[in-house]
């Protein structure tokens, strides 16, 4: 979540679209202002087990043993946890490394919740500023179809790790046509669409108590920082110091007053409000 002054303003939740092979998100992915995620196998088709259609969003990794193992077609000395699965953290009471191959929506869900981290840091880094709303349209638009591959038969070994082959099961690819939300992640077309999307990031208004001290990097919303300065109207209220990218503003007087901060890239107005803070906090 952030705020009207950081790479984004408002939150996002991510949720696991559940693994009843059903034809609808369970909750809570499946609330309209959630990204609700379907677990595809390695080769973008739906995994056996995944939850699609009504409320899920959007696809991603999640492994898929019963149908890669088969997919493959080869002999892999009973190591079906690694086949086609993925590789996640788990308690240290599971497995001595932290690690394990596992499968599931919820295993998915990490690669699209992870994704829109790093567009927000990638945004973050271009000094743009966008709503949640606009990363999760963006995180639509640039993910990549799958309707073309859903046509035909899918066969897979039910249980495959525990039974091997005893249990052969088919799923008619066409029954998901429309209902794989948005397509597969598109981690590196996410990245493009962010760069120049949105707004550029605002410098903050300055809330600060008397007697204390808050400071700014204002590289952190300036393209170019350089020849950086503050000017507050009333000096009476806030003083300030520039050290290269850093600005330093002090409350001296309960108040409000504005400034003006200026550097290459332009120059924008602010509020200064200095007030006595209540609690652990300024609010």
């Known amino acids: 979540a952030g705020s009207?002054?950081?790479?984004?303003?408002?939150?996002?939740?991510?949720?696991?679209?559940?693994?009843?092979?059903?034809?609808?998100?369970?909750?809570?992915?499946?609330?309209?202002?959630?990204?609700?995620v379907i677990g595809t196998a390695p080769d973008f088709t739906p995994a056996v087990y995944t939850n699609y259609g009504t409320g899920a969003d959007i696809c991603a990794p999640g492994g898929d043993q019963d149908y890669f193992y088969d997919y493959k077609k080869g002999d892999h000395n009973g190591h079906y946890g690694e086949i086609g699965c993925i590789l996640s953290t788990v308690p240290y009471h599971v497995s001595e490394s932290g690690y394990a191959y596992m499968e599931g929506?919820?295993?998915?869900?990490?690669?699209?919740?992870?994704?829109?981290?790093?567009?927000?840091?990638?945004?973050?880094?271009?000094?743009?500023?966008?709503?949640?709303?606009?990363?999760?349209?963006?995180?639509?638009?640039?993910?990549?179809?799958?309707?073309?591959?859903?046509?035909?038969?899918?066969?897979?070994?039910?249980?495959?790790?525990?039974?091997?082959?005893?249990?052969?099961?088919?799923m008619e690819l066409g029954s998901y046509k429309g209902k794989m939300g948005a397509g597969q992640l598109n981690v590196a077309a996410l990245l493009r669409a962010v760069k120049d999307a949105g707004r550029p990031m605002l410098f903050?208004?300055?809330?600060?108590?008397?007697?204390?001290?808050?400071?700014?990097?204002?590289?952190?919303?300036?393209?170019?920082?350089?020849?950086?300065?503050?000017?507050?109207?009333?000096q009476v209220i806030a003083a300030s110091a520039v050290h290269g990218t850093r600005?330093?503003?002090?409350?001296?007087?309960?108040?409000?007053?504005?400034?003006?901060?200026?550097c290459a890239s332009g120059s924008q107005d602010i509020i200064i409000t200095v007030k006595q803070s209540s609690g652990n906090g300024w609010l």
Request: glycine share 10%; aromatic share 10%; charged share 20%.
């Open 105 to 170: 929506s919820s295993m998915a869900t990490p690669h699209v919740s992870s994704a829109l981290a790093l567009a927000i840091s990638y945004a973050a880094q271009n000094h743009r500023h966008l709503s949640a709303d606009e990363y999760k349209e963006i995180l639509y638009s640039s993910a990549t179809p799958v309707e073309d591959i859903l046509e035909g038969p899918k066969f897979y070994y039910k249980y495959v790790a525990d039974l091997g082959h005893n249990q052969k099961k088919r």
């Open 204 to 234: 903050p208004n300055v809330f600060v108590s008397p007697g204390k001290s808050i400071v700014y990097d204002a590289a952190r919303y300036f393209d170019d920082p350089s020849g950086l300065k503050i000017t507050i109207k009333d």
């Open 4 to 36: 009207p002054n950081g790479p984004i303003e408002g939150g996002i939740g991510v949720f696991a679209s559940g693994n009843e092979s059903a034809a609808a998100a369970g909750y809570p992915g499946a609330y309209g202002e959630f990204v609700s």
């Open 247 to 262: 600005i330093t503003v002090s409350g001296f007087a309960e108040g409000v007053t504005t400034a003006t901060v200026s």
